[in-house]
């Protein structure tokens, strides 16, 4: 297997323009590492003691991954940061991209349903709070993460109810409170509603064949119905009513200002 391994990346290699180049700056901790003969580098060795070669292999397996496991590796301070709180049962102290401190009890890292983007899944709760609250973080959007605190393990029934919302709901929108939505659709909504599967939300009433009620969270139902346009009409809460005007109208003055 190491064999043919080895030709199919030699030959891979070789079919390389050549004579192209680009600069590459490395830090010299990497450096070291690779030019060290004790390291722990071992594949280095098959690229002819050549770093350039070997860096090329590194880049090219890199872009061919998936994003969300590209993202993994780009954030591994981050990622690293999280399972060690989660092993060590610690808590977090996270400040998000709107500049807001948030402590954490972690569950793990998940993906959505698409695979494009990771989560920190757990609960938070304020100094305010009597009860924890389930929280849902993007990776990217962490400006800063630190270890807070011991034995913030969380319960197992936390555990289930975490679980059953994040596939329920989707990770995306964990957090938010499930309302009844109810939508006015046109012959075309009705269409699009049954072919676009995916974070489609759950109709659980259809009252007089066009509107239908739809349990989930507000942030779901607008992520979803927003591309609908005039073939959905959000008819209750009064206030994604309200939200989903605004979006509109916005985007319209954007429009007009041309």
Sequence with gaps: MLNYKKQELTKRFSSYEKFKSCPVRLWKETVEYLTDP??????????????????????????????????????FDRVKTINTAIKEKRGLAVKTSGGNFIFVYPHKIVSDQMLMYNYLIGYSQREEDIEKRAITLRISRLNDIKLRGTNKSLKDNEIDALEYSANKIGVQFLGGEEMDIVVKLTENGKRRYINQLHLRPECIEIRNGDEYVFRCTPAQAEFYFVKFGKDALIKEPLSLRDRMLQIYKDACDMYDSL
């Design 38 to 75: 004790f390291s722990d580098c071992k594949e280095e060795r098959y690229y002819k003691g050549k770093i350039g070669n070997y860096l090329k292999a590194i880049i090219e397996d890199y872009a061919s991954k998936p994003f969300r496991e590209r993202e993994l590796i780009y954030f």
